[in-house]
């Protein structure tokens, strides 16, 4: 991802990420003004300064979010890569590395449209990428982002 941000930014594309997570995390320290301030109930807290701002929103027992209601949080960009969105319905790209084990999930999945891989993949019955060929993946993207489909 981190290569791909480069490589679209140098192309002049304006990107933003969204990652979700099934971890709980925090990037708060505990002790600072800003985590007491989440402890004592306040229902967001934003941290500024000249270089970066954050918010915090707490969910006090709510449900997550819908992706749409995110998506209000943010900046109009040229481009939203989400990250970790497996469930979501949209068009996806799968990141597959057959060493690691895991199961594919492009062959149950008819959302995605384009899968990247540490090695060839004869069977996928989708446009497959070399996972290290950037410039070939961010091609793609921006394609499909224009609406020149996954051909």
Known sequence: MVKLLKELNGRGLKVSTMKHTHHRFDIDTPGKDSYRHREAGAAEVMLVSSERWALMHEHHGAPEPAVDQLLGHMTD???LLAEGFKKLPCPK???YRPSLGKPRRFDDDPDIIAIASD???ADAAT??????DIPAIADFIVNVGAGNGAD
């Not at 446009?127 to 290290?132: Q, R």
């Open 119 to 121: 090695e060839p993949l």
């Open 127 to 132: 446009p497959v990428f070399d996972l290290n």
């Open 93 to 95: 790209m799968e990141v």
């Open 77 to 79: 960009v040229d481009l």
